[in-house]
């Protein structure tokens, strides 16, 4: 069985603990185990705080704390009412979840799209711990319309899962 899910949220920090309640949802009425449901909705968090903090247009801070300006200048794609947005989808197809989180931002430096940062950089270490709860993480620029992180995991079942892959 499959189910994915959507969502088009506002850049703002309330959107985050809603994403993250509605995967941990998602995957307790599909019976997967909740030490899997765990580490990816801590995945999710931090995917989605940084799409918050840097996932829109107009200034925004470096790695190095340096102010940029992003093309398209001060509002980015949004919603009906102009806010800037985010996007989530998750998808859990067999025996694997898949999560995106797709901004509208200014796209990863290139440093952080080729290699891990140190583990005690002062930024960065969101994308470090993604890591570390998924199986295989992918982050990739769009240039001119923003950046996408996309994480898997294998999942677990809890026994007498509703929804178990057979």
């Known amino acids: 069985m499959s189910i994915w899910w959507s969502l088009h949220l506002r850049r703002e920090a309330a959107s985050v603990p809603l994403a993250r309640r509605l995967?941990?949802?998602t995957m307790e009425t599909a019976g997967v185990d909740p030490d899997i449901s765990f580490d990816l909705s801590v995945a999710l968090?931090?995917?989605c705080a940084?799409?918050?903090?840097h996932g829109g247009r107009g200034v925004h801070r470096d790695h190095g704390g340096h102010g940029r300006t992003s093309a398209g200048g001060g509002r980015?794609?949004?919603?009906?009412?102009g806010t800037e947005a985010y996007h989530v989808t998750a998808y859990l197809d067999g025996d694997r979840c898949r999560i995106e989180v797709t901004d509208s931002g200014p796209g990863f430096p290139p440093a952080t799209v080729s290699r891990r940062r140190p583990a005690l950089a002062e930024h960065g270490r969101g994308l470090g711990l993604i890591a570390?709860?998924?199986?295989?993480?992918?982050l990739r620029n769009r240039p001119g319309r923003g950046a996408v992180v996309s994480f898997d995991k294998m999942l677990k079942w809890r026994d007498g899962a509703l929804l178990k892959v057979s």
Do not use: C, I, Q
Request: charged share 25%; proline share 4%; glycine share 18%.
């Open 50 to 53: 940084n799409a918050v903090e």
């Open 45 to 47: 968090t931090e995917a």
């Open 132 to 138: 570390e709860l998924s199986d295989h993480v992918r």
């Open 23 to 25: 995967l941990l949802g």
């Open 76 to 81: 980015g794609v949004g919603g009906p009412d």
